[in-house]
């Protein structure tokens, strides 16, 4: 595919929760204007789309977008020119899970949160989504303070039991994350663990790779390259981090380690019609606003993705095989180094989109209609 | 002074926060029996010292321990058997804190938080309190955002302004922190930054070491010792960490290293008396009962301590002096090899303390108490 | 069994690497009596040997250990009391190896590499020995320098060359390091890969885990629990570190790590007769003599494996299950906070040994007689 | 000043060691035509300045770069369009210096080591050189090893004395490193280290920072905009890293880092021709050429300085005040997202220089020229 023929079919998924007010444990700062409810949640996801038009799916988060009809709710997302997609499972955010969810050691709350997950592949028949994403905050805070062993064959029972129910066409897609909420050790910290436990379930379980997710100095994208070689990448939560799981804006830490994700994802075939990778942010918007800071990031992505297929492959294998150190470094520097905002300007342009997405968002008049029009109500969320 | 005089003599400040719920971005998980108010919180913290005997004061939130009159407060602790202890300042938990307090760009803000800092010195004149605590969540997300050095003059400006407020008793203790909640560059992020700013100041600004607050590979001690050899270390505020601010109880995560940090205040004569170095917890206990962990935290503080006191000095400095690496580093584990329990144990039966204040709590009915009686009311603190 | 009887059966493998001269980039500070050849280090192994009663053998590094006649090397350890172990392979000293060494895009550089692994092999006969421990110091250092995919496959090549060349009763041992000396992508970065890879090759392919080869933060118990589950994990390499691959004595800079690793072990079996985990030192002495460096990190994986067998396993799964963080987390405290020493006294003195191993080199005389009598002549080794 | 202004005053400095062969621990690699003297290394930083055009001075290492007559040296530069820059002192390669240097414990070797900075100051004298570049290598491995408090004692000493010896012109910097080569605690870790000892040794003592010595999420802009603002930066040490002092070329692992370390030496006005900023390389070339190499990173170096001079401040600012935090941030992602090559290669065509200077050295011949002469000999650097 060219250039162009790849960054016109590219589909970056947003969260519902982007949406909804965030923060950190120190304090989560109200926006005016957050959606009060799944559907809010939506139109903000559609204008996104409206502005960006590479934007036409929304996840979804469960419980926090419970919704009575999902029929319903995917027909308003249709209505507005978007569809909902992936079903993220929410097992955290219950007194019960203090201790964990399928991985703590009291055997009813493990059957409470199995439940969960399953009444989650419910609404995937309901919503029509591909995917279930499992990201678990499972883990312990002290030595001793329970088994690590156990725990994985708890996991892993879970695990077996979700996949065992998912319909022909339905993923699992595993997450991992280093730390946080847990602070000693965390039951799926990093990628060898996710994919030990997909391998064990089957083709259709595969894993998702959080980039805020992994210890310092981590090459993130030597894990996507290796997942693509093993066929087990499943999916990107995107954001940046500058430390811990910051959950940035992505590309806003090192934009440099986007476009080399990227780069790796292209040279092993993730932009195919048929790698089944799903492209997705992941992101908190504590300080900035929601829509904006959206449609900011699919537009770095945008930008990550474009550099990454204007490397010269043939010059860059060429050069590698050559043992050609600086010459194969320039190859993708160059690549780096172009300005591809004049490019996605033309595309978009091409397509019946405004040149710069945020001014038209700006233009649009929505961050205004949504100030004045949602009033009271409460959003269920990140950090609510 | 011996061993046992030290050991007799320690004081372990207990935070009020630590008694209330706490938890992480994802979840404050609910105890049953947490107070309901600062008198409250007083009682948990004066159980906590009867059961260890070392912890005979009670540190201050404001403005999540305001009370109408700070005497009466005073004297409960009085009648209780603990004293009031340190004030901390909070200026971050308001919608007007976004973009930060002291260093925000709007002066309207920046006027608010000094205000604050200053209403806090009132309250230590009232509770009789040495040591204002200040720590900044101030910072910026996003390159850009703000200018670093622009917000460096407005932290000097009311630094300078609380400082001329103090009485002259007062100390201004300045603590850092690497990252959270501001993710990418942090007003005062390091000890370096709170040394020269505590430089310019005065004689009675010192800086506050937080054990959880530094970038991996810190060595801490090094900073402990540096400042005390400055005469700029004012108070310790411990916990541990395994990743990053985790706010574990100190010494569950590297017992060896707190062992480490209390061995430089040793060797740099920070157990005299008039060293003025405030020793603090500064915790949080999101999953474990609280007034137990304090209790085992004031243990684990106690027994580095006597470790730390029991190392050999004169033979250690004979090796250091001979090059002897591994004769100078065998004479350090010695100390720490040695299990100093009995030890506690006697000195807490010559006091009148039970040996093991854990049983001692466990016997109290205190638990069973507080679960019984604080029914009903809120909270204010930490992640609340 | 019973603590004794691990304590008895307790192996731990000597490096013969760590009797040479070793250093950093800045400078290999040269010792008096550092061995000449491979026969001398295998005496100094096995002076190691007669102080600790635990180190029975002795690992080769092919060349820096190559002789004429490896039956001879063999005799000579035999007759001084110990054995030859595990055969390591060193692709990485020779400047074809600049741009890698089975990884290097150029066919004649992996065709040297392997048949270097290969030749390994042979020795691995003449030797009797069970494994072959590969680490490969392969990588790029810049974006683009070389094709991370096309590295992987020219790795799992060699990898399976050299498995279908092994005997039956032999192993090959895969090595994982986060970095060093690739600065941007090392080839075998992670657990992950390695377990991946073995997994492919079969039963005889094992992970082994080097405690200073893991990013900051990293949970490396976790790791151990999760390879002894999936009966992946076939050794340690045993040292310790404060920010990288420092190479310091095992136990020196996280003691605490350490038992709670060797716990790990204990929970998942790892002590039973056929586990199969061999436990080797991997260490550098660049400013400690070597030889009491050794004896030092002998005792200090004793020590640690001791508290480990300690811990009350019935009371910590009851209090686990139970739910009680700070009642599991004080039985591992319990034993940690034992001190071992005495018994481990006992337990050599009952075995003829002198109670401290230290002193008992000290007393041998052998510190003397190796300067005395090594004079000229060079070392192959490490930094060398 | 405009940017053509800045960018057409901007000077460079490179080392003389990246020019000789380099290595990690593991393995020095040798590179055909390397320089067997300080002529020959002159020879090719010359070289780098004809093809860059803003590398006019070259750093040496004494006593890498020691020569019977300093005079001469100066001349044969001069001769080849260039100056001697900063001298730098290296007292780490020595077997005294196991132990540290003006650290060292034993009296006799710190004496030992403050006459060789002394001998500094005298090839200072000799040059002209303003700067004297003070690294140490000086720490400890092991907990105990050596008083952390003595060594400052020590440490202070020293510097006291060098400064007292320093001509008025000359200045004494400080550079800070967090490990390597010692591994437990180094005697210069940060900058406040640094910071607090060149404030008292007095106005022409300053801090270096060196790019790659720094924990991990340690945000270097903030140091460099916090120096700044005390008037107490002196120099940067230019180089990249992904995980430690990984020394690759400066911008090769994070550019977007390099132009936000730039961007806050415009802002502080540390590129005004007062400021007294030395900006220098201070690289190796393990696997890479050395000269192509060191002109790559200039070129990094000039492009981020490019991107730091668009930033478009007076709307930046404006963003800041009104607490816009996209509209500010996108102001400096504008800058960094410019493709800044064209103008660099119209600036240096005004100046008579090929646009493109890896072309230009490329066909100097120069390359093949000192392989075909440079036969024989050794040289004396990093890693030899």
């Keep these: 595919m060219t250039v162009s023929e790849v960054l016109r079919t590219q589909r970056i998924e947003l969260p519902s929760w982007a949406f909804g007010n965030s923060g950190t444990r120190f304090k989560v700062f109200a926006q005016a204007g957050v959606p009060r409810d799944p559907y809010e949640k939506i139109a903000d996801a559609a204008q996104v789309h409206r502005c960006t038009g590479v ?11 419970k919704v009575a009809d999902y029929t319903d709710l995917a027909a308003a997302a249709k209505d507005d020119g978007i569809e909902l997609g992936t079903i993220n499972a929410n097992v955290f955010q ?17 059957r409470k949160a199995l439940d ?29 303070q329970d088994s690590i062993r156990a725990r994985q064959d708890r996991l892993a029972e879970a695990l077996h039991a979700v996949y065992e129910r998912l319909g ?10 280093l730390f946080e909420p847990a602070f000693y050790a965390t039951d799926v910290p990093d ?40 066929r087990k990448l499943g999916a990107f939560d995107f954001n940046s981090r500058f430390y811990a799981d910051d959950d940035l804006m992505v590309g806003a830490a090192d934009p440099f380690q986007l476009f080399r994700i990227l780069l790796e994802v292209r040279l092993g075939g993730g932009f195919e019609p048929d790698a089944g990778i799903a492209f997705m942010l992941d992101q908190c918007h504590n300080i900035e606003p929601k829509i904006p800071g959206q449609i900011r990031s699919v537009m770095n992505v945008q930008e990550a993705t474009a550099k990454a297929l204007l490397v010269d492959v043939e010059t860059l294998t060429a050069a590698q095989l050559a043992g050609d150190v600086l010459g194969a470094n320039a190859v993708v520097m160059d690549a780096y180094n172009t300005d591809v905002r004049p490019l996605l300007a033309d595309l978009r342009a091409e397509q019946g989109l405004a040149p710069d997405p945020m ?8 961050a205004e ?16």
């Design 55 to 65: 934007a036409p799916s929304v996840a979804l988060h469960i419980p926090w977008d």
């Design 94 to 110: 219950d007194d019960d899970y203090r201790l964990g969810s399928v991985c703590n050691p009291d055997p009813r709350v493990r």
């Design 116 to 144: 969960h997950l399953l009444e989650c592949v419910d609404v995937m028949d309901a919503t029509g989504s591909r995917d279930l994403k499992l990201w678990f905050a499972d883990g312990t805070n002290y030595p001793g």
């Design 168 to 177: 022909g066409h339905q993923r699992l897609i595993l997450e991992y994350k």
């Design 191 to 230: 990628w060898g663990t996710a994919y030990a436990h997909c391998l064990r379930l089957g083709e259709r379980a595969k894993v998702c790779v959080d980039t805020g997710h992994h210890a310092p100095g981590t090459n993130i994208e030597f894990i996507v390259s290796f997942l693509l070689r093993e």
């Design 359 to 366: 001014a038209a968002y700006a233009a649009s008049g929505h």
């Design 369 to 384: 209609r949504i100030v004045a029009e949602r009033i009271g109500g409460t959003q269920a969320g990140w950090g609510a």
